[in-house]
């Protein structure tokens, strides 16, 4: 009985060890992001991307929630985001001394930044942003020409306090 559930573990912690279904797994942590979404935030593959919420859908770690054409995904057990944090926290211990111990000890929120486009309020990562402005020493972001010159022509008008 005991192997069965050292299967179940295994199976479990083998459909979460792929980097890209990490990185998805962290990029949905905090909140629910529609397919398309994730394929633009990642750069991945459309195809790639609904392979990988396949395997974590089918192992239980994500759920998916239809709205007519789009598909959004969240993590199905908040556990999940505690397992990945604490074994982000041994790689911290035992990376202290190397070049990768500064990136170990960046925020996930900064390795998979989530921003909203000032203007139109598009989701969007900083990787796949079409244009970024600097105002007052905050970098913003933008899906489109058309968003930046309106932000440049009026920031006061888009800049939350």
Do not use: W
Not at 57 to 67: A, E, I, Q, S
Not at 71 to 98: G, M, P, S, V, W
Not at 119 to 135: D, E, G, T, W
Request: hydrophobic fraction near 35%; include cysteine; glycine fraction near 2%.
């Amino acid at each position: 009985m005991y192997h069965q559930i050292f299967t179940l573990h295994s199976n479990l912690l083998k459909a979460m060890a792929h980097p890209s279904r990490l990185e998805i797994i962290h990029l949905i942590r905090d909140q629910e992001i529609c397919v398309s979404d994730i394929h633009a935030m990642l750069d991945l593959p459309q195809a790639n991307v609904s392979q990988h919420l396949m395997v974590l859908r089918k192992n239980g770690v994500v759920v998916r929630r239809k709205k007519g054409k789009q598909i959004f995904y969240k993590i199905k057990y908040h556990q999940i985001i505690k397992a990945c944090d604490l074994i982000r926290e041994i790689l911290i211990d035992q990376n202290q001394n190397t070049d990768i111990s500064s990136e170990l000890n960046t925020s996930l929120n900064d390795l998979l930044p989530l921003v909203y486009d000032p203007v139109c309020q598009m989701k969007l990562s900083p990787l796949n942003a079409n244009f970024s402005h600097s105002h007052l020493g905050k970098n913003y972001y933008f899906c489109a020409s058309g968003c930046l010159k309106k932000f440049t022509e009026s920031p006061t008008t888009y800049v939350r306090k």
